[in-house]
């Protein structure tokens, strides 16, 4: 049987660290956050302690084994599509790194998860600036331009785009009547999208833009 004051050790910790993790996602309001990660982080505490002793004699790593797979569908539940991006990835591996810090500390590792722990809080931290920049450099943005029909009108906007040094991923385009709707997938500089709009927004031929 576990001693208590290692009990209560390894609890403390994965507290203290699931909720260091958990603290970060909190402040930008992912949808896994405080409590969330510390629970995690926790239960993969627990389920390696209980496996050490259940499979005491056999496997004892089976049960802490199972725990990346439950992580795996629970970190694909937070990951999701909105428009052309994906947003959640982040937070799935938050969950995920958050899960084997828990198994290291079940297993006496605390130095190993304590500093795995800080480099985690460090990246989530200190390299989110430099996801914003990287954002500003290449941005991937849906133009929806509806205007009305006239030969060849869809190839002004088409032009307008590439003349601002923008790339095309993909187009669609829709004829309801007299109308022409044009699904543009752009992807440039954060300023080049901001020429390109103000361009659309006086463009008087234009009924409809969504962006």
């Known amino acids: 049987m576990l001693p208590i004051n290692d ?8 507290l203290l660290i699931g909720g260091a993790i958990g603290i970060e996602r909190e402040l930008r309001s992912k949808s896994a956050g ?27 790593d089976r049960i802490a084994s199972n725990v990346v797979v439950g992580i795996g569908f629970m970190g694909a539940g937070v990951i999701f599509r909105n428009n ?5 990835i982040t937070t799935a ?21 304590i500093l795995g722990c800080a480099l985690v809080v460090a990246i989530l931290v200190i390299f989110s600036s430099m996801d914003r920049i990287l954002d500003k450099l290449n941005q991937v943005r849906e133009y929806k331009i509806t205007y009305p029909y006239q030969d060849n009108l869809e190839h002004k906007y088409e ?11 993909s187009r669609t385009h829709t004829k309801i009547g007299n109308i022409i709707t044009g699904v543009w997938i752009v992807t440039g500089k954060e300023k080049t999208h901001h020429t390109f709009i103000e361009a659309i927004l006086s463009d008087h031929t234009v009924t409809e833009f969504s962006y």
């Open 93 to 113: 591996a938050s969950i995920w790194l958050s899960a084997a810090l828990g198994v290291g500390i079940g297993c006496g590792y605390y130095i190993a998860s």
């Open 159 to 169: 032009d307008l785009i590439n003349k601002f040094g923008l790339t095309i991923k």
């Open 34 to 60: 405080f409590r969330t990660l510390m629970l995690i982080c926790l239960g993969a505490n627990l389920f390696t302690i209980f496996s050490m002793y259940i499979g005491h004699g056999t496997s004892p």
């Open 84 to 88: 052309n991006r994906v947003n959640g």
């Open 7 to 14: 009990l209560l050790l390894k609890l403390a910790l994965s």
